[in-house]
Protein backbone atom coordinates (compact mmCIF):
# COMPACT_ATOMS: atom_id res chain seq x y z
CA UNK A 1 0.00 0.00 0.00
CA UNK A 2 2.97 2.08 1.01
CA UNK A 3 4.78 1.71 -2.33
CA UNK A 4 1.37 2.16 -4.28
CA UNK A 5 0.92 5.83 -2.85
CA UNK A 6 4.78 6.44 -3.13
CA UNK A 7 3.73 5.89 -6.91
CA UNK A 8 0.76 7.66 -7.11
CA UNK A 9 2.61 10.86 -5.44
CA UNK A 10 5.37 10.34 -8.31
CA UNK A 11 2.41 10.68 -11.16
CA UNK A 12 0.66 13.68 -9.11
CA UNK A 13 4.25 15.51 -9.03
CA UNK A 14 4.82 15.04 -12.88
CA UNK A 15 1.07 15.95 -13.63
CA UNK A 16 1.72 19.18 -11.46
CA UNK A 17 5.10 20.29 -12.83
CA UNK A 18 4.18 19.26 -16.31
CA UNK A 19 0.86 20.88 -15.88
CA UNK A 20 2.59 24.45 -14.95
CA UNK A 21 5.15 23.91 -17.85
CA UNK A 22 2.39 24.22 -20.52
CA UNK A 23 0.64 26.91 -18.79
CA UNK A 24 1.77 29.50 -20.78
CA UNK A 25 0.17 27.86 -24.04
CA UNK A 26 -3.07 28.40 -22.16
CA UNK A 27 -2.25 32.12 -21.51
CA UNK A 28 -1.02 32.55 -25.42
CA UNK A 29 -5.01 31.70 -26.18
CA UNK A 30 -5.64 35.10 -24.23
CA UNK A 31 -2.81 37.53 -25.91
CA UNK A 32 -5.74 39.50 -26.94
CA UNK A 33 -6.96 39.69 -23.12
CA UNK A 34 -4.86 42.25 -21.16
CA UNK A 35 -2.99 40.53 -17.91
CA UNK A 36 -5.04 42.48 -15.20
CA UNK A 37 -8.08 40.87 -16.82
CA UNK A 38 -6.74 37.00 -16.92
CA UNK A 39 -5.24 37.84 -13.55
CA UNK A 40 -9.34 38.88 -12.25
CA UNK A 41 -10.76 36.02 -13.73
CA UNK A 42 -8.44 33.54 -12.38
CA UNK A 43 -8.93 34.77 -9.22
CA UNK A 44 -12.80 34.77 -9.63
CA UNK A 45 -13.26 31.20 -11.65
CA UNK A 46 -10.61 29.00 -9.15
CA UNK A 47 -12.81 30.63 -6.12
CA UNK A 48 -15.75 29.46 -7.46
CA UNK A 49 -14.52 26.54 -8.50
CA UNK A 50 -12.70 25.55 -5.14
CA UNK A 51 -16.06 25.95 -3.21
CA UNK A 52 -17.38 23.81 -5.48
CA UNK A 53 -14.57 20.90 -5.34
CA UNK A 54 -15.21 21.44 -1.23
CA UNK A 55 -18.17 21.36 -1.24
CA UNK A 56 -18.17 17.88 -2.49
CA UNK A 57 -14.75 16.67 -1.23
CA UNK A 58 -15.65 18.47 2.15
CA UNK A 59 -12.91 20.48 4.01
CA UNK A 60 -15.45 23.49 5.66
CA UNK A 61 -14.46 22.45 8.86
CA UNK A 62 -10.64 23.60 8.71
CA UNK A 63 -12.30 26.41 6.78
CA UNK A 64 -14.42 27.49 9.85
CA UNK A 65 -11.51 26.30 11.92
CA UNK A 66 -9.45 28.43 10.62
CA UNK A 67 -11.80 31.94 10.71
CA UNK A 68 -11.21 31.29 14.48
CA UNK A 69 -7.38 31.96 14.34
CA UNK A 70 -6.76 36.05 13.04
CA UNK A 71 -3.23 35.85 13.34
CA UNK A 72 -3.59 32.34 10.27
CA UNK A 73 -5.75 34.63 8.72
CA UNK A 74 -3.64 38.00 8.77
CA UNK A 75 -1.17 35.72 7.14
CA UNK A 76 -3.41 34.94 4.75
CA UNK A 77 -4.09 38.28 3.45
CA UNK A 78 -0.21 38.89 2.88
CA UNK A 79 0.02 35.44 0.83
CA UNK A 80 -3.05 36.11 -1.15
CA UNK A 81 -1.35 40.11 -2.33
CA UNK A 82 2.14 37.96 -3.03
CA UNK A 83 0.14 35.09 -5.64
CA UNK A 84 -1.51 37.64 -7.20
CA UNK A 85 1.45 39.35 -7.57
CA UNK A 86 3.06 36.64 -9.23
CA UNK A 87 0.12 35.80 -11.14
CA UNK A 88 0.23 38.88 -12.96
CA UNK A 89 3.89 38.92 -13.12
CA UNK A 90 3.56 35.97 -14.91
CA UNK A 91 1.29 36.53 -17.33
CA UNK A 92 2.64 39.63 -18.28
CA UNK A 93 5.90 37.88 -19.03
CA UNK A 94 4.08 34.98 -20.86
CA UNK A 95 2.21 37.28 -23.02
CA UNK A 96 4.77 40.06 -23.72
CA UNK A 97 7.23 37.67 -25.62
CA UNK A 98 9.40 37.38 -21.86
CA UNK A 99 9.28 33.22 -21.16
CA UNK A 100 12.78 32.95 -21.14
CA UNK A 101 12.42 35.61 -18.47
CA UNK A 102 9.57 33.74 -16.53
CA UNK A 103 11.80 29.89 -16.74
CA UNK A 104 14.55 31.61 -15.08
CA UNK A 105 12.63 33.27 -12.47
CA UNK A 106 11.36 29.26 -11.44
CA UNK A 107 15.12 28.03 -11.54
CA UNK A 108 16.36 30.70 -9.26
CA UNK A 109 13.35 29.99 -7.19
CA UNK A 110 15.24 26.84 -5.19
CA UNK A 111 17.98 28.84 -4.64
CA UNK A 112 16.23 31.83 -3.32
CA UNK A 113 14.02 29.83 -1.27
CA UNK A 114 17.44 28.28 0.52
CA UNK A 115 18.18 32.46 1.29
CA UNK A 116 14.75 32.43 2.70
CA UNK A 117 15.27 30.07 4.94
CA UNK A 118 19.00 31.20 6.14
CA UNK A 119 17.18 34.72 6.93
CA UNK A 120 14.17 33.95 8.18
CA UNK A 121 14.05 29.93 9.50
CA UNK A 122 17.46 30.00 10.92
CA UNK A 123 19.06 27.14 8.94
CA UNK A 124 22.28 26.85 8.33
CA UNK A 125 24.26 26.21 5.02
CA UNK A 126 26.81 24.20 4.14
CA UNK A 127 29.96 25.32 1.99
CA UNK A 128 27.88 23.56 -1.02
CA UNK A 129 25.03 25.06 -0.30
CA UNK A 130 27.19 28.43 0.11
CA UNK A 131 28.71 27.76 -3.44
CA UNK A 132 25.15 27.17 -4.95
CA UNK A 133 24.22 30.95 -3.93
CA UNK A 134 27.46 32.36 -4.28
CA UNK A 135 27.12 30.71 -8.02
CA UNK A 136 24.13 32.27 -8.74
CA UNK A 137 24.19 35.41 -7.17
CA UNK A 138 27.01 35.60 -9.91
CA UNK A 139 25.12 34.99 -12.46
CA UNK A 140 22.97 37.88 -11.81
CA UNK A 141 25.83 40.29 -10.88
CA UNK A 142 27.54 39.90 -14.49
CA UNK A 143 24.31 40.59 -16.14
CA UNK A 144 24.28 43.72 -14.32
CA UNK A 145 27.89 44.74 -14.75
CA UNK A 146 28.54 43.56 -18.27
CA UNK A 147 25.47 43.94 -19.86
CA UNK A 148 23.97 46.71 -18.08
CA UNK A 149 20.65 45.24 -16.89
CA UNK A 150 18.68 43.13 -14.03
CA UNK A 151 16.29 40.20 -14.80
CA UNK A 152 14.04 41.94 -12.90
CA UNK A 153 10.99 39.42 -14.12
CA UNK A 154 13.12 36.25 -12.96
CA UNK A 155 13.87 37.82 -9.67
CA UNK A 156 10.39 39.20 -9.31
CA UNK A 157 8.98 35.56 -9.63
CA UNK A 158 11.26 34.15 -7.79
CA UNK A 159 10.78 36.53 -4.99
CA UNK A 160 7.07 36.97 -4.83
CA UNK A 161 6.64 33.13 -4.85
CA UNK A 162 9.29 32.70 -2.86
CA UNK A 163 7.86 34.99 0.61
CA UNK A 164 4.47 33.31 -0.83
CA UNK A 165 6.07 29.55 0.03
CA UNK A 166 7.66 30.84 3.06
CA UNK A 167 4.66 32.35 4.46
CA UNK A 168 2.31 29.40 3.84
CA UNK A 169 5.03 27.25 5.65
CA UNK A 170 4.69 29.36 8.28
CA UNK A 171 0.67 29.16 8.65
CA UNK A 172 0.35 25.59 7.94
CA UNK A 173 -2.61 25.76 5.82
CA UNK A 174 -3.62 22.99 3.61
CA UNK A 175 -3.54 24.01 0.07
CA UNK A 176 -7.21 24.08 -0.71
CA UNK A 177 -8.54 25.63 2.03
CA UNK A 178 -5.41 28.46 1.86
CA UNK A 179 -6.19 28.91 -1.58
CA UNK A 180 -10.27 29.80 -1.34
CA UNK A 181 -9.08 31.53 1.53
CA UNK A 182 -6.65 33.71 -0.77
CA UNK A 183 -9.17 33.71 -3.60
CA UNK A 184 -11.71 34.83 -1.43
CA UNK A 185 -9.80 37.85 -0.20
CA UNK A 186 -9.21 38.60 -4.25
CA UNK A 187 -12.66 38.20 -5.29
CA UNK A 188 -14.17 41.98 -3.87
CA UNK A 189 -11.49 44.44 -5.32
CA UNK A 190 -11.52 42.29 -8.83
CA UNK A 191 -15.13 42.92 -8.73
CA UNK A 192 -15.07 46.16 -7.74
CA UNK A 193 -12.65 46.42 -10.55
CA UNK A 194 -15.05 45.25 -13.16
CA UNK A 195 -17.81 47.37 -12.03
CA UNK A 196 -16.12 50.84 -11.07
CA UNK A 197 -12.36 50.29 -12.50
CA UNK A 198 -11.12 51.07 -16.49
CA UNK A 199 -11.95 47.35 -17.36
CA UNK A 200 -11.98 46.82 -21.41
CA UNK A 201 -14.92 44.79 -22.43
CA UNK A 202 -13.60 41.56 -22.56
CA UNK A 203 -14.26 41.72 -18.74
CA UNK A 204 -17.82 41.96 -19.38
CA UNK A 205 -18.98 38.23 -20.45
CA UNK A 206 -22.24 39.30 -22.34
CA UNK A 207 -19.97 41.23 -24.82
CA UNK A 208 -18.08 38.04 -25.69
CA UNK A 209 -18.11 35.37 -27.74
CA UNK A 210 -18.95 31.59 -26.06
CA UNK A 211 -15.04 30.43 -26.97
CA UNK A 212 -13.37 33.72 -25.56
CA UNK A 213 -15.36 33.04 -22.13
CA UNK A 214 -14.80 29.39 -22.21
CA UNK A 215 -11.23 30.03 -22.03
CA UNK A 216 -11.33 33.06 -19.28
CA UNK A 217 -13.40 30.25 -17.51
CA UNK A 218 -10.91 27.79 -17.87
CA UNK A 219 -8.30 30.02 -15.58
CA UNK A 220 -10.03 28.55 -12.56
CA UNK A 221 -9.25 25.39 -13.70
CA UNK A 222 -5.53 26.23 -14.98
CA UNK A 223 -5.15 27.46 -11.28
CA UNK A 224 -6.77 24.33 -9.42
CA UNK A 225 -5.97 21.49 -10.82
CA UNK A 226 -1.98 21.32 -10.68
CA UNK A 227 -1.98 22.75 -7.39
CA UNK A 228 -4.60 20.04 -5.92
CA UNK A 229 -1.96 17.73 -7.79
CA UNK A 230 0.90 18.96 -5.44
CA UNK A 231 -0.57 18.73 -2.92
CA UNK A 232 -1.66 15.34 -3.24
CA UNK A 233 2.28 14.62 -4.08
CA UNK A 234 3.53 16.44 -0.84
CA UNK A 235 1.57 13.96 1.40
CA UNK A 236 2.51 10.85 -0.35
CA UNK A 237 6.06 11.35 -1.05
CA UNK A 238 9.23 12.79 0.85
CA UNK A 239 9.54 16.77 0.49
CA UNK A 240 13.41 16.30 -0.79
CA UNK A 241 12.15 13.55 -3.30
CA UNK A 242 9.79 16.47 -4.52
CA UNK A 243 11.94 19.25 -4.80
CA UNK A 244 13.47 17.11 -7.69
CA UNK A 245 9.91 17.65 -9.64
CA UNK A 246 10.25 21.49 -9.33
CA UNK A 247 13.08 21.54 -12.39
CA UNK A 248 10.42 20.17 -14.66
CA UNK A 249 8.36 23.19 -15.39
CA UNK A 250 10.35 25.87 -15.80
CA UNK A 251 12.47 22.83 -18.34
CA UNK A 252 9.55 23.08 -20.22
CA UNK A 253 9.10 26.84 -20.02
CA UNK A 254 12.44 26.96 -21.84
CA UNK A 255 12.46 24.49 -24.22
CA UNK A 256 8.88 25.94 -25.61
CA UNK A 257 10.21 29.94 -25.24
CA UNK A 258 13.00 28.62 -27.36
CA UNK A 259 11.76 26.55 -30.18
CA UNK A 260 8.14 27.36 -30.19
CA UNK A 261 8.04 31.38 -29.38
CA UNK A 262 11.68 31.83 -31.24
CA UNK A 263 12.26 34.46 -28.05
CA UNK A 264 16.51 35.28 -28.19
CA UNK A 265 18.74 32.86 -26.27
CA UNK A 266 21.58 35.36 -26.31
CA UNK A 267 24.41 36.13 -25.23
CA UNK A 268 22.92 37.85 -21.83
CA UNK A 269 20.82 35.01 -21.16
CA UNK A 270 23.37 32.14 -22.09
CA UNK A 271 25.96 33.68 -19.57
CA UNK A 272 23.19 34.42 -16.40
CA UNK A 273 20.67 30.66 -17.85
CA UNK A 274 24.75 29.07 -17.32
CA UNK A 275 25.65 30.41 -13.88
CA UNK A 276 22.11 29.43 -12.12
CA UNK A 277 22.28 25.68 -14.16
CA UNK A 278 26.07 26.05 -12.38
CA UNK A 279 24.45 26.42 -8.97
CA UNK A 280 21.44 24.13 -9.51
CA UNK A 281 24.22 21.55 -10.21
CA UNK A 282 25.70 21.50 -7.51
CA UNK A 283 22.77 22.21 -5.35
CA UNK A 284 21.10 19.17 -6.04
CA UNK A 285 24.21 16.87 -6.25
CA UNK A 286 24.77 18.03 -2.71
CA UNK A 287 21.41 17.17 -2.05
CA UNK A 288 21.35 13.81 -3.81
CA UNK A 289 24.73 13.10 -1.68
CA UNK A 290 23.38 14.50 1.53
CA UNK A 291 20.20 11.88 1.18
CA UNK A 292 22.45 8.73 0.28
CA UNK A 293 24.25 9.22 3.47
CA UNK A 294 21.40 9.32 5.63
CA UNK A 295 19.72 6.12 3.55
Given at each position: MAESEYH??????????IFWGFAPLYFKLLHQVSPIEILIHRIIWSFLLMGIMMSFMGGFGQLRALLRRPKQLSVLLVTSVLIAGNWLLFIWAVNNDHLLDASLGYFI????NVMLGLIFLSEKLNRWQWLAVLLAASGVAIQLISFGSIPLVS????ATFGFYALLRKKVNIDAATGLLVETAVLVPPAILYVIWGDAPTTSHMFANGWHLNLLLIAAGIITTIPLLCFAGAAVRIPLSTLGFFQ????????IMAITWFHERFDMEKSVTFGFIW???AVFTSNMLLRRRRRL
Open positions: KGIILALCAYNPLFLGLAYVGPSIMFAAL
